[in-house]
Protein backbone atom coordinates (compact mmCIF):
# COMPACT_ATOMS: atom_id res chain seq x y z
CA UNK A 1 0.00 0.00 0.00
CA UNK A 2 2.84 2.13 1.29
CA UNK A 3 4.47 1.46 -2.23
CA UNK A 4 1.48 2.21 -4.29
CA UNK A 5 1.22 5.80 -2.72
CA UNK A 6 4.59 6.58 -3.48
CA UNK A 7 4.37 5.90 -6.71
CA UNK A 8 1.41 7.85 -7.07
CA UNK A 9 2.97 10.55 -5.54
CA UNK A 10 5.89 10.71 -7.92
CA UNK A 11 3.77 9.88 -10.62
CA UNK A 12 1.94 13.15 -9.23
CA UNK A 13 5.02 15.52 -8.71
CA UNK A 14 6.17 14.68 -12.84
CA UNK A 15 2.64 15.20 -14.07
CA UNK A 16 2.65 18.87 -12.14
CA UNK A 17 6.34 19.06 -13.52
CA UNK A 18 4.75 18.51 -16.94
CA UNK A 19 1.96 20.68 -16.89
CA UNK A 20 4.21 23.58 -15.77
CA UNK A 21 6.74 23.34 -18.43
CA UNK A 22 3.52 22.82 -20.74
CA UNK A 23 2.21 26.46 -19.69
CA UNK A 24 5.80 27.84 -19.69
CA UNK A 25 5.84 26.84 -23.74
CA UNK A 26 2.45 27.89 -24.29
CA UNK A 27 3.65 31.13 -22.95
CA UNK A 28 7.07 31.37 -24.78
CA UNK A 29 5.44 30.59 -28.14
CA UNK A 30 2.74 33.34 -27.23
CA UNK A 31 5.42 35.60 -26.17
CA UNK A 32 7.65 35.01 -29.40
CA UNK A 33 4.55 35.05 -31.60
CA UNK A 34 3.74 39.02 -30.33
CA UNK A 35 7.11 39.87 -30.35
CA UNK A 36 7.72 38.63 -33.73
CA UNK A 37 4.71 40.40 -35.61
CA UNK A 38 6.05 43.95 -33.21
CA UNK A 39 9.71 43.37 -34.73
CA UNK A 40 8.13 43.08 -38.26
CA UNK A 41 5.47 46.44 -37.97
CA UNK A 42 6.25 49.84 -37.81
CA UNK A 43 3.54 52.37 -36.39
CA UNK A 44 2.48 56.35 -37.09
CA UNK A 45 1.64 56.24 -33.46
CA UNK A 46 4.09 56.84 -30.68
CA UNK A 47 5.96 53.70 -29.86
CA UNK A 48 5.10 52.01 -27.09
CA UNK A 49 9.13 51.01 -25.62
CA UNK A 50 9.15 52.10 -22.22
CA UNK A 51 8.42 49.66 -19.44
CA UNK A 52 9.06 51.76 -16.77
CA UNK A 53 5.76 53.16 -16.06
CA UNK A 54 2.78 51.87 -14.33
CA UNK A 55 2.68 48.89 -11.77
CA UNK A 56 3.90 45.64 -12.11
CA UNK A 57 1.72 44.25 -14.31
CA UNK A 58 1.39 47.09 -16.17
CA UNK A 59 5.81 46.11 -16.83
CA UNK A 60 5.42 42.71 -17.12
CA UNK A 61 2.46 42.85 -19.95
CA UNK A 62 4.87 45.20 -22.32
CA UNK A 63 7.94 43.15 -21.89
CA UNK A 64 5.41 39.80 -22.66
CA UNK A 65 3.74 41.80 -25.97
CA UNK A 66 7.27 43.64 -26.94
CA UNK A 67 7.22 46.88 -27.85
CA UNK A 68 6.01 49.31 -30.89
CA UNK A 69 8.61 50.77 -33.09
CA UNK A 70 7.69 53.75 -34.95
CA UNK A 71 7.93 53.95 -38.62
CA UNK A 72 11.02 56.17 -39.71
CA UNK A 73 10.90 59.36 -41.79
CA UNK A 74 12.99 61.42 -43.56
CA UNK A 75 15.08 63.92 -41.52
CA UNK A 76 17.37 65.39 -44.68
CA UNK A 77 17.35 65.53 -48.68
CA UNK A 78 20.56 65.60 -50.23
CA UNK A 79 22.32 69.74 -50.82
CA UNK A 80 23.03 68.51 -54.37
CA UNK A 81 20.79 68.23 -57.41
CA UNK A 82 18.96 65.25 -57.48
CA UNK A 83 16.33 63.25 -58.80
CA UNK A 84 13.91 61.46 -57.46
CA UNK A 85 13.00 57.63 -58.32
CA UNK A 86 10.21 55.33 -57.83
CA UNK A 87 10.35 51.52 -58.43
CA UNK A 88 7.56 49.37 -58.12
CA UNK A 89 8.31 45.86 -56.67
CA UNK A 90 6.34 42.31 -57.83
CA UNK A 91 3.44 43.21 -55.17
CA UNK A 92 2.33 46.62 -55.99
CA UNK A 93 5.04 48.73 -53.70
CA UNK A 94 6.22 51.99 -54.50
CA UNK A 95 9.88 52.15 -53.40
CA UNK A 96 11.42 55.58 -53.58
CA UNK A 97 15.05 56.61 -54.04
CA UNK A 98 17.37 59.66 -54.61
CA UNK A 99 19.54 59.95 -57.88
CA UNK A 100 21.85 62.22 -57.70
CA UNK A 101 24.93 62.60 -60.42
CA UNK A 102 28.75 63.21 -60.16
CA UNK A 103 29.80 67.28 -60.37
CA UNK A 104 32.21 65.67 -63.20
CA UNK A 105 32.87 62.73 -65.75
CA UNK A 106 31.80 60.00 -63.43
CA UNK A 107 34.14 57.20 -62.27
CA UNK A 108 31.29 55.19 -61.81
CA UNK A 109 27.59 54.67 -59.72
CA UNK A 110 27.27 53.58 -55.98
CA UNK A 111 24.33 52.47 -54.55
CA UNK A 112 23.60 53.05 -50.91
CA UNK A 113 21.40 50.77 -49.07
CA UNK A 114 20.14 51.62 -45.04
CA UNK A 115 19.49 49.34 -41.72
CA UNK A 116 16.90 48.99 -39.85
CA UNK A 117 14.57 51.75 -38.71
CA UNK A 118 16.59 53.82 -40.82
CA UNK A 119 16.29 55.57 -44.26
CA UNK A 120 17.86 56.79 -46.81
CA UNK A 121 18.58 60.42 -45.20
CA UNK A 122 20.67 58.23 -42.45
CA UNK A 123 23.68 58.08 -45.14
CA UNK A 124 23.33 61.18 -46.12
CA UNK A 125 27.45 61.50 -45.36
CA UNK A 126 28.04 58.82 -47.14
CA UNK A 127 26.65 60.01 -49.98
CA UNK A 128 28.63 63.11 -50.14
CA UNK A 129 31.86 61.09 -49.55
CA UNK A 130 31.31 59.16 -52.88
CA UNK A 131 30.00 61.97 -55.27
CA UNK A 132 33.03 63.76 -53.60
CA UNK A 133 35.57 60.30 -55.11
CA UNK A 134 33.23 61.44 -58.60
CA UNK A 135 30.95 58.59 -58.30
CA UNK A 136 26.84 59.09 -59.27
CA UNK A 137 24.95 58.26 -56.14
CA UNK A 138 21.10 56.01 -55.82
CA UNK A 139 19.95 56.30 -52.13
CA UNK A 140 16.77 53.86 -51.58
CA UNK A 141 14.41 53.47 -48.87
CA UNK A 142 13.48 50.15 -47.95
CA UNK A 143 9.75 48.96 -47.95
CA UNK A 144 8.25 50.06 -44.76
CA UNK A 145 10.85 52.78 -44.52
CA UNK A 146 11.23 56.78 -45.18
CA UNK A 147 8.76 57.28 -48.48
CA UNK A 148 8.54 54.13 -49.43
CA UNK A 149 5.31 51.65 -49.40
CA UNK A 150 4.69 49.29 -46.61
CA UNK A 151 4.62 49.36 -42.92
CA UNK A 152 6.42 46.07 -42.08
CA UNK A 153 9.99 44.57 -43.22
CA UNK A 154 10.99 40.78 -43.41
CA UNK A 155 14.98 42.16 -41.89
CA UNK A 156 16.96 41.90 -45.47
CA UNK A 157 14.85 38.71 -46.86
CA UNK A 158 12.17 40.40 -49.52
CA UNK A 159 13.91 43.87 -49.27
CA UNK A 160 16.41 42.38 -51.37
CA UNK A 161 14.21 43.04 -54.39
CA UNK A 162 14.93 46.64 -53.66
CA UNK A 163 18.91 46.21 -54.37
CA UNK A 164 18.07 44.37 -57.70
CA UNK A 165 15.59 47.24 -58.79
CA UNK A 166 17.73 49.39 -58.37
CA UNK A 167 21.08 47.61 -59.73
CA UNK A 168 18.28 47.56 -63.22
CA UNK A 169 17.88 50.86 -63.21
CA UNK A 170 21.60 52.04 -63.01
CA UNK A 171 22.51 49.39 -65.73
CA UNK A 172 19.62 50.81 -68.09
CA UNK A 173 20.80 54.04 -68.00
CA UNK A 174 24.06 52.04 -69.26
CA UNK A 175 26.21 52.55 -66.10
CA UNK A 176 29.07 49.36 -66.07
CA UNK A 177 30.83 50.08 -62.73
CA UNK A 178 28.47 49.89 -59.64
CA UNK A 179 29.45 49.08 -56.58
CA UNK A 180 26.64 48.11 -53.74
CA UNK A 181 26.96 49.62 -49.74
CA UNK A 182 25.14 48.70 -47.31
CA UNK A 183 25.25 48.94 -43.71
CA UNK A 184 23.21 47.00 -40.98
CA UNK A 185 20.50 45.30 -42.82
CA UNK A 186 21.40 46.70 -45.71
CA UNK A 187 24.79 45.04 -45.78
CA UNK A 188 22.87 41.73 -45.15
CA UNK A 189 20.30 42.83 -48.51
CA UNK A 190 22.91 43.32 -50.60
CA UNK A 191 24.87 40.22 -50.12
CA UNK A 192 21.08 38.24 -50.26
CA UNK A 193 20.45 40.28 -53.89
CA UNK A 194 23.68 38.97 -55.19
CA UNK A 195 23.35 35.12 -54.15
CA UNK A 196 19.36 35.64 -55.55
CA UNK A 197 19.90 37.54 -58.83
CA UNK A 198 23.43 36.80 -59.70
CA UNK A 199 24.40 40.49 -59.83
CA UNK A 200 28.00 40.97 -60.76
CA UNK A 201 28.90 44.48 -59.26
CA UNK A 202 31.96 45.74 -59.46
CA UNK A 203 32.34 45.77 -55.65
CA UNK A 204 30.69 45.33 -52.97
CA UNK A 205 31.26 47.13 -49.05
CA UNK A 206 29.05 45.04 -46.32
CA UNK A 207 29.47 47.52 -43.03
CA UNK A 208 28.52 45.34 -39.71
CA UNK A 209 26.08 42.96 -41.25
CA UNK A 210 24.68 40.14 -39.04
CA UNK A 211 25.40 36.62 -38.97
CA UNK A 212 21.82 35.48 -39.11
CA UNK A 213 18.17 36.71 -38.33
CA UNK A 214 18.56 34.64 -35.05
CA UNK A 215 21.39 36.23 -33.97
CA UNK A 216 20.09 39.57 -35.02
CA UNK A 217 17.13 38.19 -32.32
CA UNK A 218 19.40 37.57 -29.56
CA UNK A 219 21.40 40.81 -30.28
CA UNK A 220 17.60 42.23 -29.42
CA UNK A 221 17.27 39.44 -26.65
CA UNK A 222 20.66 41.10 -24.90
CA UNK A 223 19.81 44.82 -25.24
CA UNK A 224 16.42 43.45 -23.96
CA UNK A 225 17.66 42.09 -21.00
CA UNK A 226 15.72 38.64 -21.91
CA UNK A 227 17.87 35.39 -22.36
CA UNK A 228 18.92 34.48 -25.32
CA UNK A 229 17.33 31.47 -26.01
CA UNK A 230 14.74 30.27 -26.44
CA UNK A 231 13.48 34.32 -27.15
CA UNK A 232 15.41 34.19 -30.60
CA UNK A 233 15.22 30.55 -31.52
CA UNK A 234 10.93 30.96 -31.27
CA UNK A 235 10.95 34.25 -32.54
CA UNK A 236 12.89 33.61 -35.31
CA UNK A 237 10.29 30.54 -36.20
CA UNK A 238 7.47 32.63 -35.69
CA UNK A 239 8.81 35.77 -37.83
CA UNK A 240 9.31 33.05 -41.01
CA UNK A 241 6.03 31.58 -39.81
CA UNK A 242 4.29 35.06 -39.88
CA UNK A 243 6.18 35.95 -43.23
CA UNK A 244 6.34 32.90 -45.60
CA UNK A 245 10.19 32.33 -45.34
CA UNK A 246 12.40 29.70 -43.63
CA UNK A 247 13.30 31.95 -40.86
CA UNK A 248 16.63 30.12 -39.84
CA UNK A 249 17.83 29.83 -43.76
CA UNK A 250 18.15 33.60 -43.35
CA UNK A 251 22.32 33.49 -43.01
CA UNK A 252 24.33 35.93 -44.72
CA UNK A 253 27.51 33.12 -44.33
CA UNK A 254 24.92 31.73 -47.29
CA UNK A 255 24.78 34.48 -49.50
CA UNK A 256 28.55 35.95 -48.89
CA UNK A 257 28.87 32.66 -50.20
CA UNK A 258 28.27 33.54 -53.66
CA UNK A 259 29.74 37.03 -54.20
CA UNK A 260 32.81 36.49 -56.19
CA UNK A 261 33.36 40.33 -56.85
CA UNK A 262 36.27 42.64 -54.57
CA UNK A 263 34.48 42.82 -51.00
CA UNK A 264 35.42 45.41 -48.33
CA UNK A 265 34.09 44.53 -44.73
CA UNK A 266 34.17 46.78 -42.10
CA UNK A 267 33.43 46.51 -38.44
CA UNK A 268 33.71 47.79 -35.15
CA UNK A 269 34.89 46.00 -31.70
CA UNK A 270 32.16 47.49 -29.77
CA UNK A 271 29.72 46.24 -31.64
CA UNK A 272 26.38 44.54 -29.50
CA UNK A 273 24.91 43.79 -32.33
CA UNK A 274 27.31 41.87 -34.33
CA UNK A 275 30.13 39.67 -32.02
CA UNK A 276 33.58 39.58 -33.21
CA UNK A 277 33.07 35.86 -34.25
CA UNK A 278 30.02 36.37 -36.06
CA UNK A 279 31.85 39.01 -38.57
CA UNK A 280 34.91 36.98 -38.54
CA UNK A 281 32.25 33.65 -39.84
CA UNK A 282 31.18 36.19 -42.42
CA UNK A 283 34.07 37.29 -43.64
CA UNK A 284 35.74 33.51 -44.23
CA UNK A 285 32.97 32.89 -46.01
CA UNK A 286 33.23 34.94 -48.95
CA UNK A 287 34.48 33.29 -51.41
CA UNK A 288 36.12 36.07 -53.11
CA UNK A 289 39.77 36.00 -53.06
CA UNK A 290 39.70 39.89 -53.17
CA UNK A 291 38.74 40.97 -49.85
CA UNK A 292 39.41 43.05 -46.77
CA UNK A 293 37.81 42.50 -43.20
CA UNK A 294 38.73 46.41 -41.78
CA UNK A 295 38.38 46.96 -37.61
CA UNK A 296 37.34 50.11 -36.10
CA UNK A 297 38.30 50.23 -32.61
CA UNK A 298 36.32 51.45 -29.90
CA UNK A 299 33.42 51.78 -32.60
CA UNK A 300 29.60 50.54 -31.93
CA UNK A 301 26.88 49.68 -34.30
CA UNK A 302 27.27 53.17 -35.37
CA UNK A 303 28.91 55.52 -39.00
CA UNK A 304 32.33 54.29 -39.32
CA UNK A 305 32.80 57.81 -41.22
CA UNK A 306 31.10 59.95 -38.40
CA UNK A 307 33.33 57.50 -35.42
CA UNK A 308 36.88 57.81 -38.01
CA UNK A 309 36.56 59.82 -41.01
CA UNK A 310 40.24 59.80 -41.58
CA UNK A 311 40.28 55.80 -41.46
CA UNK A 312 36.72 55.58 -43.42
CA UNK A 313 37.63 57.96 -46.06
CA UNK A 314 41.39 56.44 -46.64
CA UNK A 315 40.24 52.97 -46.98
CA UNK A 316 36.93 53.26 -49.00
CA UNK A 317 39.01 55.42 -51.15
CA UNK A 318 41.71 52.67 -51.38
CA UNK A 319 39.12 49.75 -52.06
CA UNK A 320 37.25 51.88 -54.84
CA UNK A 321 40.79 53.02 -56.35
CA UNK A 322 42.30 49.47 -56.22
CA UNK A 323 39.04 47.96 -57.92
CA UNK A 324 38.18 50.84 -60.31
CA UNK A 325 40.05 50.13 -63.49
Not at 207 to 230: C, D, I, N, V
Request: aromatic content about 14%; hydrophobic content about 40%; proline content about 3%.
Amino acid sequence: MEKRTLTQQVRSVFRWIGWVLLVQLILINVSSFLYAYKLTHFYNDAPETSTGDGNIFTKSWKLFTGPRYPRSVITAVPVFKYDTIVFTTIKGKKIEAWYGAADSIAKGTVLLFHGITNTRSSLMDETNEFRYLGYNVLMVDFRGHGNSEGNTTTIGVRESEEVKLAYEYVQKKGEKTIYLYGTSMGAVTVAKAIADNDLKPAGVILEMPFLSLQTYLKAKARLLGFPRQPFAFFTTFWIGAEKGFNGFGHKTTRYVNKINCPVLVQWGTLDNFVLAGEIQKIYNAITSTNKKLVIYEDAQHESFLRKDPDKWRREIEGFLSANNK
